[in-house]
């Protein structure tokens, strides 16, 4: 463990001096990223945040106030399991390699590129966002995201540097380069170029997109390439948080909004300072949606390459049992001619839509937690995941038009309810004209719950940022 170097790791990252002088180049700029795209206006600040500093499970972080540009980013990697093979694939039963094997160089770069882009495109969705936080705590959580975020930037970085030579560090350094929704150089994936500047798009987003990050984590984690495995089982260490504070964060606002629509025996919560059910449910389905694109194509030759080759497998790939799938199908509806038809699909090319399968399942236990909480407060109302097909941009279903419960509809019907189903500029500039901060300790904004506990045991009056 090199935890008082320059940079913070257990990768004896000192035994490698060529590999320490690339990487301790690519900080600084890592840093001058970070001052430009982000938290605004928080840089100063003490912020009560915890660090990784290990990766045992027992007592992997510590907690402390740090001003967010001093954060000690460090590479973590799980410990390398002796004897491991590959568990799933043509490879299959192989022992795992430990330096890229050339045949799959291009794939791996670019699933690790693809993965490494999401992280600084997230920090730079929500760097306004301090400005608007509804309260002390959850402006501590959103910096904790980011720091977790650049940290995981790190992790990949780390691989490209180590693993890729000359073009791993080019690719490092268009990490820094790629800017979210910037017209000319935009992040790689569509979910991480939507604006993310209200809190309410904060929820859905660590709930439902840093979801689907959890679960391309857990197909990478399955990874023949075994330095990929071990950075990204540390990685969903810190992703749990992320989800917590999406699922906590959407299941605060739903309690505040059931409080009053039982004490004011009124649906339309708006003219109480929060936001309603149909509100929040238009903003699930936006985001639910785009974020399912980002699993990829339902039938995928690329993803059938992957998991053939070894090099990303199935969430928990060993509770399956065939790991090789040459003759197995996926019964899957596709749209033939305006009807939709049910095609069997070989396995390996539909392992996007496996993995989405068990994204949604999770999104649903989420959303069953929320209404828990809505027929607890004696409310007939239900939020509702949308079917996998509405609003897709990606894949068989993108180009055609489906209603939230995934039956196919005109594109007349479709943009005469759009504005019933998605945010309207209308709603959006509501939800917006509610982003007010709450700077005072303990306090909450009247469109939100307080939390159930504090961070660490510390109360909910506990100064978690504190002003320079
Ligand atoms: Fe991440
Ligand atoms: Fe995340």
């Known amino acids: ?93 192989q022992p795992v390699w430990n330096e890229v094997p050339g045949e799959f160089r291009t794939q791996l770069r670019r699933l690790i590129v693809t ?32 720091v977790e975020e650049g940290r995981h930037l790190w992790a990949m970085v780390y691989l490209l540097h180590s693993y890729f030579g000359r073009d791993g560090r080019e690719e490092a350094e268009e990490l820094l380069d790629r800017r979210s929704g910037d017209r000319d150089k935009p992040r790689i994936l569509g979910a991480f170029n939507e604006p993310c ?16 990050g959890k679960y391309q984590l857990l197909a990478l984690a399955e990874s023949g390439f075994d330095p990929l495995a071990r950075t990204t089982k540390f990685m969903l260490t810190e992703e749990a948080f992320h989800m917590s504070v999406g699922e906590t964060g959407v299941g605060r606002i739903v309690d505040r909004t059931a409080q009053l629509m039982r004490e004011k025996k009124d649906d339309d919560v708006r003219k109480h300072g929060a936001i309603d059910l149909p509100t929040i449910q238009k903003y699930l389905n936006f985001w639910v949606s785009v974020s399912s694109d980002l699993f990829g194509g339902e039938i995928s030759t690329n993803a059938a390459q992957y998991f053939a080759a070894g090099l990303k497998g199935r969430n928990r790939e060993e509770s399956y049992d065939d790991h090789k799938l040459l003759d197995s199908f996926y019964s899957m509806e596709v749209s033939k001619e305006g009807r939709l038809v049910t095609e069997e699909i070989p396995l390996r090319n539909a392992m996007n839509e496996v993995l989405r399968d068990d994204y949604i399942e999770d999104c649903q236990r989420g959303v069953d937690r929320w209404n828990k909480a809505l027929e607890d407060a004696g409310l007939s109302d239900r939020l509702k995941l949308p079917h996998r097909r509405f609003h897709r941009q990606i894949g068989i279903y993108s180009g055609l038009h489906f209603s939230p419960e995934g039956v196919p509809i005109s594109e007349e019907e479709w943009k005469r309810k759009r504005g019933e189903w998605l945010p309207t500029d209308e709603d959006q500039a509501f939800v917006r004209s509610l982003m007010h901060a709450v700077t005072e300790p303990g306090k909450m904004a009247s469109w939100i719950g307080p939390p159930r506990q504090g961070i660490k045991g510390k109360p909910l009056e506990f100064e978690y940022v504190r002003k320079a």
């Open 1 to 93: 463990m090199e935890l008082d170097a320059k940079i913070p790791n257990n990768v004896n990252l000192s035994s490698d001096p060529k590999l320490q002088r690339a990487l301790e180049k690519w900080q600084p700029r890592f840093l001058d990223w970070w001052m430009d795209m982000g938290p605004e206006g928080f840089q100063k600040d003490d912020v009560y945040l915890r660090t990784a500093i290990s990766v045992d499970p027992a007592g992997w972080a510590h907690y402390d106030y740090v001003k967010m540009p001093d954060y000690r980013w460090g590479i973590f990697l799980t410990p390398q399991q002796s004897g491991r093979v590959i568990g799933f694939g043509d490879n299959q039963g």
């Open 115 to 146: 993965q490494g882009d999401t992280e600084p495109a997230s920090v730079e969705q929500q760097r306004r966002l301090g400005k608007t936080a509804p309260s002390v705590f959850d402006l501590r959580n959103l910096f904790q995201v980011n």
């Open 197 to 212: 500047d209200d809190w309410l798009n904060f929820y859905m987003f660590t709930m439902f997109t840093d979801r689907d």
